[in-house]
């Protein structure tokens, strides 16, 4: 049998986590890399239209898959790809980076080569790409097994991207050791607890539980990217929790559960009840810990007591003033499954789709659009949510059952939608991938939509098309040049990139995206829709609010 390369082990060991896809670019000093991605059985090469957008779309596949892998080469790609990882980071995603450098020998040499400047300080842009990572690696053939491993163990550990370095030189030269062979992401545990702290966390949780007389709970993502979403769920059942999500964990519970509630958004929370029932609770199980940002809290409008917050976080517990320590939060979820009984109070919601309103050839906006895209979302879908205006609406737009989204509102990085959908169309193994953005949003990676044509995959996308930044004029007010768009024909752009048998339109009436909406309904491929929505819909937010987020007055004297 003949022993793998470096590159060749590297992506052979990765894959073993349940790892099909390798997103990225190629460049020269990474075709170590490249040409061990069209080697490695199981493998597909997926070549992004830039690093960003490869990013993005590791980013997307890792939320459905786990974990991904993304590749670019040294220098000007791993910086072009580093605002894409930096946002797996903030969402907790192990996105395995493997850059190619430059080989020994032009680092010995001290040669000056391209994609650096002018000098022979080959390794600069490591602790800049490091930053965006829990772990950084640089391969050779000697240490390769136990490096990749060590890199692994801390990206699964701490749900968080690695930084791995493999020079071209190194890439293509043969391993030196006995190769590992790795099991399912699904099937690994990622944390281990210490069994004191762990009896002790549980022990003080159970204490409040059983004292709590209208406890309630927050489930977050986090649960998802360690796997344990439906643990989380179960747990939530089995107490009989009445239990909401924040904006950036939408999706994570089954919105049909009769302990869901709704979204806790501070004053913006949907249904407004939603608020009070949350912040008026003796006891709130915060199940993977809340991110406390403004778009998280109604622009920084919650009112959580924190003596009343029980936070299980990923390898911590806390209950007021009290830590424990080294607690993987998988165990504690386990422990309280094996111990909890469950609550006889029904829990009250108020589940209700949008209404419908609209008809003919009344122009459409908001209010049109999104109650007929609620009713055609079905079990087993996803659906992503671009960061600008639509995600406000969707956030707090009812999930049918069986329906789960993702959104990057902590990052917020604006364009990540689009190849975020590539992704997680190409980590689903069953049910449509849906996404909604704004044109301006959509202006700064739609050249994606040439990739998603060329492998063939079929999400359904809907642009919202008002021609201006409408995010920006929520937080600022109407006028500036700087928020207009150029205008563009977006109905046409599947077909200019070479997108086969995609159902393309332009809807300007509830008439008209009605009879889309139908064909879609019917139609196996994908789909792509632009939605014409009035500029006047983004109007800005009351100045107290602005002031809430932004905090720019001086404060009152005294």
Request: overall charge negative; hydrophobic content about 40%; glycine content about 10%.
């Amino acid at each position: 049998m003949t022993t793998p390369t470096v590159a060749e082990y590297v992506l052979t060991r990765l894959s073993q986590l349940d790892i099909d896809k390798i997103f990225g670019v190629p460049g020269d000093y990474a075709f170590s890399i490249d040409d061990a991605a069209e080697n490695v059985p199981g493998l597909e090469w997926v070549v992004c239209a830039n690093e960003l957008n490869a990013a993005y779309a590791a980013d997307g596949y890792a939320r459905v898959r786990g974990a991904a892998i993304l590749t670019t080469t040294y220098g000007v790609g791993e910086l072009s790809a580093i605002n894409g990882v930096m946002g797996s980071l903030a969402h907790r995603l192990p996105v395995f980076h493997l850059v190619g450098m430059p080989s020994e020998r032009i680092q010995r040499q001290a040669l000056i080569t391209h994609h650096n400047l002018g000098d022979t300080n080959y390794d600069r842009f490591i602790a800049i790409s490091g930053a965006a990572a829990c772990v950084t690696a640089i391969l050779t053939p000697d240490n390769c097994i136990d490096e990749l491993e060590r890199a692994i163990r801390e990206a699964l550990r701490q749900s968080k991207p690695a930084y791995i370095v493999i020079s071209e030189l190194s890439g293509y030269t043969p391993l030196v050791g006995t190769p590992v062979t790795g099991k399912p992401i699904g099937q690994i545990k990622r944390q281990q607890s210490a069994p004191a702290e762990l009896e002790a966390s549980v022990t003080s949780i159970m204490a409040r539980l059983e004292k709590a007389k209208n406890p309630v709970a927050l489930v977050t993502a986090l649960t998802a990217r360690y796997g344990i979403r439906d643990k989380a769920r179960e747990l939530v059942k089995k107490i009989n929790l009445p239990a909401a999500v924040t904006p950036c964990d939408k999706g994570v519970l089954d919105e049909s559960m009769p302990q869901h509630i709704g979204l806790y958004n501070g004053k913006m929370s949907t249904p407004s009840s939603v608020k009070q029932v949350i912040e008026g609770a003796d006891l709130v199980l915060d199940i993977g810990g809340m991110i406390p940002a403004e778009l998280n809290t109604g622009l920084f409008s919650d009112d959580l007591d924190p003596s009343r917050v029980v936070s299980i976080r990923d390898n911590h517990v806390q209950l007021g003033d009290k830590v424990f320590a080294n607690t993987a939060i998988e165990d504690v979820i386990d422990a309280l499954l094996s111990r909890v009984t469950p609550r006889t109070e029904s829990v009250v919601s108020e589940k209700a789709l949008l209404p419908v309103k609209g008809t003919g050839s009344d122009t459409l906006s908001s209010s049109t659009f999104y109650p007929r895209l609620q009713r055609l979302l079905k079990s087993g879908d996803t659906l992503v949510i671009e960061t600008g205006t639509c995600m406000f609406h969707l956030n707090g737009m009812l999930l049918t059952e069986g329906v789960e989204a993702e959104g990057q509102g902590l990052w917020g990085s604006i364009g990540w939608g689009t190849p975020a959908t590539l992704g997680v169309c190409m980590g689903k193994k069953s049910g449509r991938t849906w996404m909604v953005t704004g044109d301006g949003s959509h202006q700064l990676t739609l050249n994606e939509l040439g990739v998603m044509g060329r492998y063939g995959i079929k999400p359904v996308i809907f642009v919202l098309n008002n021609d201006i930044y409408g995010v920006e004029d929520m937080v600022s007010e109407r006028g500036h040049l700087y928020d207009d768009l150029a205008k563009l024909n977006y109905h046409l752009l599947p077909e200019a990139f070479g997108c086969k048998g995609w159902l393309s339109a332009k809807v300007g009436t509830v008439a008209e995206l009605e009879e889309v909406l139908a064909k879609i309904e019917k139609h196996d491929g994908a789909a792509y829709v632009q939605v014409l929505i009035p500029e006047s819909e983004s109007q800005p937010l009351p100045a107290e609010d602005l002031d809430r987020d932004y905090k720019l007055k001086i404060p009152p004297v005294g």
